[in-house]
């Protein structure tokens, strides 16, 4: 007998007399009373619930054949018919409504379908069962069409799934409880892709809640709207297997990465029709071949796992497993995602297993309990934020994370995972003041359910995805964030150089004239640059709250303003570490980043702004073709000081080495105004030195100083060097100097 059609067939039954439909719905095992139960020998009942019904009778499989009415015991819809068969009948419901007739299957006639095995995987880390047996997943019964609904709800009174397909009527489908698992499970035929629905809940106390999201939802209704969306797995035929396999085999610390961080909703719009959203499909049109011309090796996208605030922007997530439906459906996203692959750029996203949102059809109290977050607020409640904290020591409630890692991972193909707000996961004091927080078992401030969280992540996200980043912004002092698990690290596979970032931004924002009192923030950087494998940060957190733009933390008239940034990029793209640029940054957009607007491409109609975003594209392209700007950029070895101390002219200069022993950059700047003619500089490798990036050049809307594009060296030693540079330093300029290799000759 099929496994899904069975059912009890004891004759020790629940009386089909209760006093109200209630006490049915509400019994946490609905199919002890509903579907199909012999009550003597060959002699059956076949019970339901519906409410939306004037009249029912029971049919044949055929759907034609009266096999017995149903008679109408409760006035709030409970239905009884009474037929005789000598084994477990196969039957229809005929249901009677406002003058129409609907035959359909009955949801009780069907049995269990997770397994033992599938409820206990739930609860495993390693395992994604919880994306591949909890949730609404398609099926079909040899003919029988439905979606078997599943959701996690461990001490609800009851639960049921309610939606377009049941006019969000909780009495039609209450839910099979399955004790192993904390698991309710339903299949429901008949209800097809694209209905909307959510699970109407129960509390331990009787307390119905607010109606709740599927954690699980493959998709989601357009913010404000709030209910899940039925989708099966996205249905699309990647075409991109070769980007996949040469991912796999890439070295992400000695490939260079150049990432643009991205904020769908704003990167543009189109005003002409309302101020609308670009589509996922017309992302892939427009925004990957602009990156893609600009040289980027990588696009971030700020969280579009679906979220209900647009002023989040992302960061406050409630359907983790669905991308946002502002732009588009699962399928257009996962286009957007091989577009992007085609044209050999990959796909990072910014993820956010730190924190969710109270909105009440969230996870927040999801089953009447604190399900997903820990009840104590001194563990479970973001002060800054008004966030509920996951409770990373609950086995079941890491396995959702983590398999929500694998999921983008796998389902969608993305190349990196980009996890916010690490510290605040780290330290259980994180934000709060001496009485607001509870020490560990040893009496420590680290969160040890989030170490052991974010260690297995990581660890599953690598093994699981060749090639794969995990990214983490982490702005703490925390040892070995990007070394591996079994050295006693994080495992993730770079971290964010938050320091760099402070000192860096802070020294260029002041006035030439009082640099030389802070070139300590310049050089600072270099005594940890190699503990991590760091990505230098210029993100969208730069650029919000009253912070300004970029270009508007530099000093100076106008001219100085842009030379200042155009010398600190050059800066950036030669130091030591991978590079990520929030959009509007590459174009020096003068006012700060607005969600609610589109860039200001206006302006790349003036030079100095176009000549901005053509420094970007150079940069890039000289970073991603001089082995000697990235295949160290996590190695001490690739680095070598020149001049770390001229703070009186604020000129700093180092050499950056690949891993061929010729393969040789300099990068000197100039933080001043004032031009450095004639300045030595030691460099360990003799012969001609081209320019591979002036900041001061005419293109780039500077004032055109410069060594002519190359420059020998002499053999006049400097810096500790056999051999030395002249150099021609522009005011306010960064020049990357590339040894060419025909002339190199061997360090004596």
């Given at each position: 007998?099929?496994?899904?059609?069975?059912?009890?067939?004891?004759?020790?039954?629940?009386?089909?007399?209760?006093?109200?439909?209630?006490?049915?719905?509400?019994?946490?095992?609905?199919?002890?009373?509903?579907?199909?139960?012999?009550?003597?020998?060959?002699?059956?009942?076949?019970?339901?619930?519906?409410?939306?019904?004037?009249?029912?009778?029971?049919?044949?499989?055929?759907?034609?054949?009266?096999?017995?009415?149903?008679?109408?015991?409760?006035?709030?819809?409970?239905?009884?018919?009474?037929?005789?068969?000598?084994?477990?009948?196969?039957?229809?419901?005929?249901?009677?409504?406002?003058?129409?007739?609907?035959?359909?299957?009955?949801?009780?006639?069907?049995?269990?379908?997770?397994?033992?095995?599938?409820?206990?995987?739930?609860?495993?880390?390693?395992?994604?069962?919880?994306?591949?047996?909890?949730?609404?997943?398609?099926?079909?019964?040899?003919?029988?069409?439905?979606?078997?609904?599943?959701?996690?709800?461990?001490?609800?009174?009851?639960?049921?799934?309610?939606?377009?397909?049941?006019?969000?009527?909780?009495?039609?489908?209450?839910?099979?409880?399955?004790?192993?698992?904390?698991?309710?499970?339903?299949?429901?035929?008949?209800?097809?892709?694209?209905?909307?629905?959510?699970?109407?809940?129960?509390?331990?106390?009787?307390?119905?809640?607010?109606?709740?999201?599927?954690?699980?939802?493959?998709?989601?209704?357009?913010?404000?709207?709030?209910?899940?969306?039925?989708?099966?797995?996205?249905?699309?035929?990647?075409?991109?297997?070769?980007?996949?396999?040469?991912?796999?085999?890439?070295?992400?610390?000695?490939?260079?990465?150049?990432?643009?961080?991205?904020?769908?909703?704003?990167?543009?719009?189109?005003?002409?029709?309302?101020?609308?959203?670009?589509?996922?499909?017309?992302?892939?049109?427009?925004?990957?071949?602009?990156?893609?011309?600009?040289?980027?090796?990588?696009?971030?996208?700020?969280?579009?796992?679906?979220?209900?605030?647009?002023?989040?922007?992302?960061?406050?997530?409630?359907?983790?497993?669905?991308?946002?439906?502002?732009?588009?459906?699962?399928?257009d996203f996962a286009a957007f995602v091989e577009a992007a692959h085609a044209a050999g750029i990959g796909i990072i996203l910014d993820w956010v297993p730190a924190h969710f949102p109270n909105d009440p059809h969230g996870l927040s109290y999801f089953d009447g309990t604190h399900l997903y977050e820990h009840a104590d607020p001194r563990l479970g409640f973001h002060q800054d934020w008004g966030t509920y904290i996951y409770n990373f020591e609950r086995r079941e409630v890491m396995s959702f994370l983590v398999a929500n890692a694998r999921f983008w991972l796998e389902r969608?193909?993305?190349?990196?995972?980009?996890?916010?707000?690490?510290?605040?996961?780290?330290?259980?004091?994180?934000?709060?003041?001496?009485?607001?927080?509870?020490?560990?078992?040893?009496?420590?401030?680290?969160?040890?359910?989030?170490?052991?969280?974010?260690?297995?992540?990581?660890?599953?996200?690598?093994?699981?995805?060749?090639?794969?980043?995990?990214?983490?912004?982490?702005?703490?002092?925390?040892?070995?964030?990007?070394?591996?698990?079994?050295?006693?690290?994080?495992?993730?596979?770079?971290?964010?150089?938050?320091?760099?970032?402070?000192?860096?931004?802070?020294?260029?924002?002041?006035?030439?004239?009082?640099?030389?009192?802070?070139?300590?923030?310049?050089?600072?950087?270099?005594?940890?640059?190699?503990?991590?494998?760091?990505?230098?940060?210029?993100?969208?957190?730069?650029?919000?709250?009253?912070?300004?733009?970029?270009?508007?933390?530099?000093?100076?008239?106008?001219?100085?303003?842009?030379?200042?940034?155009?010398?600190?990029?050059?800066?950036?793209?030669?130091?030591?570490?991978?590079?990520?640029?929030?959009?509007?940054?590459?174009?020096?957009?003068?006012?700060?980043?607005?969600?609610?607007?589109?860039?200001?491409?206006?302006?790349?109609?003036?030079?100095?702004?176009?000549?901005?975003?053509?420094?970007?594209?150079?940069?890039?392209?000289?970073?991603?073709?001089?082995?000697?700007?990235?295949?160290?950029?996590?190695?001490?070895?690739?680095?070598?000081?020149?001049?770390?101390?001229?703070?009186?002219?604020?000129?700093?200069?180092?050499?950056?080495?690949?891993?061929?022993?010729?393969?040789?950059?300099?990068?000197?700047?100039?933080?001043?105004?004032?031009?450095?003619?004639?300045?030595?500089?030691?460099?360990?490798?003799?012969?001609?030195?081209?320019?591979?990036?002036?900041?001061?050049?005419?293109?780039?809307?500077?004032?055109?100083?410069?060594?002519?594009?190359?420059?020998?060296?002499?053999?006049?030693?400097?810096?500790?060097?056999?051999?030395?540079?002249?150099?021609?330093?522009?005011?306010?300029?960064?020049?990357?100097?590339?040894?060419?290799?025909?002339?190199?000759?061997?360090?004596?």
């Amino acid at each position: 007998m099929d496994q899904h059609r069975s059912g009890s067939q004891s004759a020790a039954v629940r009386p089909a007399e209760p006093q109200t439909v209630a006490e049915i719905v509400n019994s946490g095992d609905p199919f002890s009373v509903l579907g199909p139960h012999e009550v003597s020998p060959n002699r059956w009942e076949i019970r339901a619930i519906l409410p939306e019904a004037d009249a029912a009778a029971i049919l044949d499989r055929d759907g034609v054949t009266v096999l017995a009415p149903m008679e109408k015991r409760l006035p709030d819809g409970f239905f009884v018919g009474t037929l005789t068969a000598s084994e477990r009948p196969d039957y229809r419901l005929r249901i009677e409504r406002q003058g129409r007739t609907e035959i359909r299957h009955d949801v009780y006639s069907f049995g269990t379908f997770l397994s033992h095995d599938d409820l206990m995987q739930i609860s495993d880390p390693a395992s994604d069962a919880v994306y591949t047996r909890l949730g609404a997943h398609h099926r079909d019964l040899g003919g029988i069409q439905g979606f078997l609904f599943a959701v996690w709800a461990p001490n609800a009174r009851r639960v049921s799934v309610v939606g377009d397909f049941n006019d969000w009527d909780g009495r039609r489908h209450p839910m099979r409880r399955r004790h192993e698992g904390g698991v309710w499970e339903l299949f429901i035929p008949n209800v097809t892709p694209d209905q909307r629905y959510k699970f109407e809940i129960v509390g331990l106390q009787g307390n119905l809640l607010a109606l709740k999201a599927d954690p699980i939802a493959f998709a989601a209704e357009h913010p404000p709207a709030t209910a899940s969306i039925l989708k099966g797995e996205p249905e699309f035929r990647w075409q991109d297997g070769e980007w996949m396999k040469s991912r796999a085999a890439r070295n992400h610390r000695k490939a260079p990465m150049a990432i643009y961080e991205c904020h769908l909703g704003s990167w543009a719009r189109v005003p002409e029709e309302g101020n609308r959203y670009l589509s996922y499909r017309e992302l892939a049109v427009r925004l990957i071949p602009y990156v893609k011309d600009l040289g980027f090796t990588h696009i971030e996208l700020l969280p579009i796992t679906e979220f209900p605030f647009d002023g989040s922007w992302g960061y406050q997530p409630i359907s983790l497993y669905a991308p946002t439906s502002r732009f588009g459906t699962p399928e257009d996203f996962a286009a957007f995602v091989e577009a992007a692959h085609a044209a050999g750029i990959g796909i990072i996203l910014d993820w956010v297993p730190a924190h969710f949102p109270n909105d009440p059809h969230g996870l927040s109290y999801f089953d009447g309990t604190h399900l997903y977050e820990h009840a104590d607020p001194r563990l479970g409640f973001h002060q800054d934020w008004g966030t509920y904290i996951y409770n990373f020591e609950r086995r079941e409630v890491m396995s959702f994370l983590v398999a929500n890692a694998r999921f983008w991972l796998e389902r969608y193909h993305l190349d990196g995972l980009r996890v916010d707000a690490v510290a605040s996961m780290l330290y259980l004091d994180y934000s709060r003041k001496p009485g607001e927080w509870i020490p560990n078992r040893y009496g420590g401030n680290e969160n040890l359910g989030a170490i052991d969280f974010i260690r297995t992540m990581n660890e599953v996200a690598y093994a699981s995805s060749p090639g794969a980043v995990t990214i983490a912004e982490e702005s703490t002092a925390w040892p070995g964030v990007s070394h591996p698990t079994y050295t006693g690290g994080l495992g993730f596979g770079f971290k964010w150089n938050m320091g760099w970032m402070h000192d860096t931004l802070r020294y260029i924002s002041k006035d030439p004239v009082f640099r030389r009192y802070h070139h300590h923030d310049l050089t600072f950087g270099l005594l940890y640059a190699f503990s991590e494998n760091f990505i230098l940060p210029l993100s969208h957190d730069e650029v919000v709250h009253g912070k300004g733009s970029l270009i508007g933390k530099m000093p100076g008239d106008q001219w100085q303003r842009f030379a200042n940034l155009r010398a600190y990029y050059g800066f950036m793209w030669g130091h030591p570490g991978k590079k990520l640029l929030f959009m509007g940054g590459e174009f020096a957009q003068e006012r700060e980043w607005n969600h609610d607007v589109s860039l200001d491409w206006h302006l790349l109609s003036e030079p100095l702004y176009k000549g901005m975003q053509a420094l970007i594209r150079d940069l890039n392209r000289a970073y991603r073709s001089i082995p000697a700007l990235h295949e160290k950029d996590c190695e001490a070895s690739g680095f070598e000081w020149l001049v770390a101390d001229d703070r009186d002219n604020s000129v700093i200069a180092w050499a950056r080495r690949g891993d061929e022993e010729n393969s040789l950059a300099i990068v000197v700047s100039n933080f001043t105004p004032v031009p450095r003619v004639g300045y030595r500089i030691g460099v360990p490798l003799a012969g001609h030195y081209r320019e591979a990036v002036n900041t001061d050049a005419a293109i780039y809307g500077g004032s055109n100083m410069g060594n002519l594009g190359r420059v020998a060296t002499e053999e006049s030693p400097s810096h500790g060097h056999p051999f030395s540079l002249t150099l021609t330093i522009p005011p306010l300029a960064t020049l990357i100097l590339v040894l060419d290799h025909e002339g190199a000759e061997a360090k004596i």
